[in-house]
């Protein structure tokens, strides 16, 4: 029985990217670091440390996959925390890109904006969440690549709020 093509978050190994991802392609790795957040609720902050994975199987589709966790003052692991997963999409024209998010803490988010020069500017477009998850009405992200730097900052908009800086976070490639 033959195997299934492995993804790849090595643009030197594996199956060729699909010509549709070049405005995606400075997002394939695997990036690790850290960031601060605010609570939308109560406006406290917090430090994280997070994973983001890239990755492609040689179809017109990035797999993407976040999980983060929570950081004392020492820099201390605390708990588990947000892990999201999805797919980063081209859009209809040359410079357009999706990118479709499922949670573990139950919403499901469509985003979609504009690529240029290794940065990405993105908005939701469509909010839904389970029915036992908390009610987000939107979310707006900026990525950047900056030689094996990822940088990105999101607003987020909970249900009946204005969008606020929600992350910040700053990856390194690995």
């Known amino acids: 029985m033959s195997e299934p093509v492995p993804d790849t978050t090595d643009l030197r190994v594996g199956v060729p990217v699909h010509d549709a991802l070049l405005a995606l ?3 394939v790795g695997v990036w690790r670091g850290e960031g601060v957040g605010v609570v939308a609720s109560s406006g406290e902050e917090f430090a994280f440390g997070q994973q983001v994975t890239v990755a492609h199987d ?7 996959e976040s999980r983060s966790w929570l950081l004392d003052a020492d820099g201390t692991v605390v708990r588990q925390a947000w892990r999201e997963t ?3 999409r081209p859009g209809p024209g040359p410079d357009d890109v999706e990118l ?8 499901a988010l469509v985003l979609a904006g504009t690529a240029g020069d290794q940065r990405w500017e993105l908005a939701t477009v469509s909010a839904e969440h389970a029915p036992s998850a908390k009610d987000v009405d939107g979310e707006r992200r900026l990525y950047a690549v900056r030689g094996d730097e990822l940088g990105y900052a999101t607003e987020l908009a909970p249900a009946g709020q204005p969008f606020a800086p929600h992350l910040n976070g700053r990856l390194r490639r690995t």
């Open 86 to 88: 999805g797919f980063w």
């Open 100 to 107: 479709v998010l499922a949670s573990h803490t139950g919403q």
């Open 25 to 27: 392609l400075p997002l």
């Open 58 to 64: 040689g179809r017109p589709f990035l797999a993407y």
